[in-house]
Nanobody, 120 residues
């Protein structure tokens, strides 16, 4: 079955950087759109960034210029490079995979999440 496993979360000071990884298995990776979502404490899950099977990217307004999504089809892995982190980036981060003919908000597969905490 399809599995998505996130890693790379942790605690970092404001202004710092982290790189999240999401390793996929049980799927033909290069025919899926991929996305990173986040859910801050007490708030709804929100889309952070997405990347199509053709590597076109989109970002949420709050992370533009600071975060970069990328994919390595040879490693079945999607990444989220997060720079200039702010306390408001604190959240559980989840990756999602959706077939490339669907919108990113459609039915898909989710990872279990990884916690990012930005605090001094």
């Amino acid at each position: 079955q399809v599995q998505l496993v996130e890693s790379g979360g942790g605690q970092v000071q404001p202004g710092g950087s982290l790189r999240l990884s999401c390793a996929a298995s049980g799927m033909i990776f290069n025919i899926y759109k991929l996305a990173w979502y986040r859910q801050p404490p007490g708030k709804q899950r929100e889309l952070v960034a997405s990347i199509t099977s053709g590597s076109s990217t989109k970002y949420g307004d709050s992370v533009k210029g600071r975060f970069t999504i990328s994919r390595d089809n040879a490693k079945n892995t999607v990444y989220l490079q997060m720079n200039s982190l702010k306390p408001e980036d604190t959240a559980a981060y989840y990756c999602k995979a959706v077939r490339d003919y669907k919108v990113i908000s459609g039915d898909g597969y989710w990872g279990q999440g990884t916690q990012v905490t930005v605090s001094s």
